[in-house]
């Protein structure tokens, strides 16, 4: 076989799992089989359970319309014989190296980034793990309800990329650095010279870090501030992408295409910064720069984290990664509570003076419709806190008098960075005749009626039980609404006494246009 030469590459994860819920999904999948050696006959179970879940469809189910219609079915479920149909006729032509071409790889394709952060470990022929922040990660999308779930996705995710060396075993780079630490320390030198203008570092200076041969952080940041006195913040995508092939030491434009360094590997980058809640966007996401409202684990993680350190194996590797940090559970922000809202009320109120209303009409009709955003800064938000942020902007923009009071986590400039945190509803609305809850959500099964409408209706009662005003409601918005969820809903109507109205995007959307009065939507 074949091996190619160790080059320089650049910082690259895998794309095929972008979304952190998706992420925790699959490896629920493994939980089952967690111990058990993998071979191909255990790869197959968990490849049917994919398939079963919903959680991977192959192009046979979208050629086959009684596949096709069971899909997008939310009542309904793939039977065994229907499952070994697709499996049978949708052969995997996909390669990774130590799998068998075929399913075998495809399975690799679906894990390798969780391996690679230490959620779980495998290799043919060895016992399957979850470690430590795999089964963390996990509990914490099951804790719908615990007050700090979102809180910790997010240390999770920063846990496994503060740690992230960009040589290790994996990957076959000569590159060698810790990419989080090392743009923290080079974002830390950049904000206190006072000849720059203090927003961090821009989109266009992304791929240098992404291309960047070693951990020295002084270097990096000396080579930035040569390439903004020579070009300032308007080079062309040509000159940034001739800088980068200079430091990968390489001019083959067929290994690494211009797009991938200057836009693709940026994207997911500053994707994979914002899942860690450390780092804020700048001038519509234009700039990347240290969040104020972490700095307490920003200094942890520069004084911890910032060496490069050497892995011999795989395994040491992802057992590294795996083990949770505790001091970043641990670490308080001495943050206002106060001071944060008054940040998120003013942001989004600037936002909806930038945003017109088919804009946002349109960027949520893309959540619907489970298309990507096109929009510079809109893209670089995850969809569930996107939707969150984009039905709070549109009710904002189209009731000025409502008080609008969103409970998505924000960077210290109001910009969205994780969905609400458990415990609490997703938005709140009041306005002099009416307190309302907005709850969204992207899922489409009958998982709405279980875990969304129980935790609403407790939202609910506890606002009925104080608010003093007698229109008390709350509004549920998904991409499509299950039967059982407008059942629970009517159950929760007649026993309870307590008014869900659910909508489906499109209906919100509707309505939102007709009405000028919120109560009108528990109509």
């Known amino acids: ?13 895998s794309t095929t799992m972008r979304n952190p819920e998706r992420i925790a999904a699959f490896i629920a999948c493994l939980k089952e089989f967690e111990g058990k050696i993998l071979v191909k006959d255990i790869i197959m179970k968990i490849v049917e359970k994919l398939i079963k879940n919903k959680l991977y469809a192959p192009l046979y189910i979208k050629r086959i319309p009684h596949l096709k219609k069971i899909f997008e079915n939310d009542t309904k479920s793939f039977n065994d014989d229907e499952i070994k149909e697709v499996i049978k006729n949708s052969p995997q032509n996909h390669k990774e190296a130590g799998f068998e071409k075929g399913w075998e790889s495809r399975f690799d394709t679906w894990y390798k980034l969780s391996k690679e ?102 270097k990096l940041y000396k080579y930035i501030k040569e390439f903004r006195k020579n070009h300032g913040f308007k080079a062309s995508n040509e000159i940034v992408y001739e800088k980068c092939l200079e430091l990968l030491e390489s001019k083959n434009e067929k290994r690494f295409k211009m797009k991938q360094i200057i836009q693709e590997s940026v994207d997911d980058l ?12 700048r001038g519509l996401g234009r700039f990347i720069d240290i969040n104020k409202l972490e700095k307490n684990k920003i200094e942890y993680i520069i004084k911890n984290y910032s060496e490069c350190k050497i892995y011999e194996t795989k395994y040491e590797f992802s057992k590294y990664m795996g083990e949770m940090d505790l001091n970043i559970i641990n670490i308080e922000e001495n943050i206002n509570y106060e001071t944060t809202e008054n940040i998120k009320i003013s942001a989004l109120k600037d936002f909806a003076t930038k945003y017109e209303n088919k804009k946002i009409i349109q960027e949520l009709e893309y959540l619907e419709k489970d298309k990507n955003s096109k929009d510079e800064f809109l893209k670089l938000i995850d969809n569930p806190t996107r939707l969150e942020f984009l039905v709070s902007l549109i009710l904002v923009k189209n009731y000025p008098k409502l008080l609008v009071k969103p409970n998505y986590s924000i ?35 009958r998982q709405q009626s279980i875990v969304e409408i129980p935790a609403i209706t407790r939202h609910l009662f506890k606002l009925k039980e104080i608010s003093l005003k007698e229109n008390v409601f709350s509004i549920f918005i998904a991409p499509s609404i299950h039967e059982d969820t407008k059942f629970m809903c009517e159950f929760v109507k007649y026993s309870k006494k307590l008014d869900i109205k659910p909508y489906t995007i499109s209906d919100f959307i509707k309505k939102i246009s007709l009405n000028e009065d919120i109560s009108r939507l528990s109509n």
Request: hydrophobic share 35%.
């Open 411 to 445: 960077d210290d400039e109001g910009n969205p960075s994780f969905t609400a945190k458990g415990g609490i509803a997703d938005i709140e609305i009041y306005d002099e005749n009416s307190d309302a809850l907005v709850e969204v959500t992207l899922i489409r099964t």
């Open 1 to 13: 076989m074949k091996i190619r030469k160790i080059e320089r590459k650049p910082l690259s994860f």
């Open 117 to 218: 952060f230490g959620f779980i470990y495998y290799e043919m022929g060895e016992p399957i793990e979850i470690l430590q922040t795999g089964h963390m990660l996990c509990d914490a999308y099951s804790e719908n309800e615990n007050n700090n779930s979102g809180e910790k996705i997010q240390k999770i995710f920063l846990n496994a990329l503060m740690k992230y060396n960009i040589d290790n075993p994996y990957r076959r780079n000569l590159n060698r650095n810790v990419p989080i630490p090392l743009l923290l320390n080079v974002l830390k030198k950049l904000k206190i010279d006072k000849e720059e203008n203090g927003a961090g570092i821009s989109r266009k200076e992304l791929p240098f870090l992404i291309c960047w041969k070693d951990n020295d952080a002084d």
């Open 270 to 281: 500053i994707r994979k910064l914002r899942i860690t809640g450390i780092f804020s966007l």
